[in-house]
Every structure is written in structure tokens, then in C-alpha cells.
Nanobody
Framework: VQLQASGGGLVQAGGSLRLSCAAS????????MGWFRQAPGKEREFVAA????????RYADSVKGRFTISRDNAKNTVYLQMNSLKPEDTAVYYC?????????????????WGQGTQVTVSS
């Protein structure tokens, strides 16, 4: 499985961005996809995850109500719509795949990672 994240950029506080993560492989629709982020000097943290069918989602408290994770299994792609962005959302964002069926937050459960895309929110 290969994952390719895109869509990052520079945006003002209060703005929006949509990240995409394209995956290779025939089994994409079976497994959980997640988004994580890592700011300079900080540990990688969970942002959101979605089940294979898209019917179950999970969010970090810090992004609930602002971010939405979704997936299009026909396109082997997962999205992260980020609204009402704050300077503290600035980080490198990574997509990841976990060979499990319910959305999980632990990075150690994800066996496949994309290369990351930079999101910078200016105040």
C-alpha cells in the first residue's frame, strides 16, 4: 500500500483547506484510514479516522466540529476538510492506513503512512 497526501498550504486563521490522500491497492475500502499531525517539537497526534465503509468516524477533541473526514472508495481517496482553521492547527499532516475495522487513534496501530503535507495557519 502506498499513500500520497496533498492539499496542504498557507491559509489565514478562520480559513479552510481540504487535504486528500490517494491510496494504491485493492483493499483500500476494507480498512480504516486516519489523519495525524505533527507540529515542530511535538509528538505526532491523532486528528481523525474513518472506517472502511465510511459509516464510523472518530475525531480528536481539538478538531471536533471544525474538521470532517470522508472517503471515496471508488477513487481510493480519503479527505480531511478543515474549516475555521487556527494557528495551533499548523503542522505536517499525515494520512495512514490501519488494517482494522473500527476507527482508532493510536498511531502504533497504523502500518502504512503517507509522506505528509504541510499546513500553515497564519494569525
Amino acid at each position: 500500500v502506498q499513500l500520497q497526501a496533498s492539499g496542504g498550504g498557507l491559509v489565514q486563521a478562520g480559513g479552510s483547506l481540504r487535504l486528500s490522500c490517494a491510496a494504491s491497492g485493492r483493499t483500500f475500502s476494507m480498512y480504516v484510514m486516519g489523519w495525524f499531525r505533527q507540529a515542530p517539537g511535538k509528538e505526532r497526534e491523532f486528528v481523525a479516522a474513518i472506517s472502511g465503509s465510511g459509516g464510523n468516524t472518530r475525531y480528536a477533541d481539538s478538531v471536533k466540529g471544525r474538521f470532517t473526514i470522508s472517503r471515496d472508495n471508488a477513487k481510493n481517496t480519503v479527505y480531511l476538510q478543515m474549516n475555521s482553521l487556527k494557528p495551533e492547527d499548523t503542522a505536517v499532516y499525515y494520512c495512514a492506513l490501519a488494517r482494522t475495522f473500527l476507527p482508532i487513534a493510536s498511531p502504533s496501530e497504523y502500518g502504512y503512512w503517507g509522506q505528509g503535507t504541510q499546513v500553515t495557519v497564519s494569525s
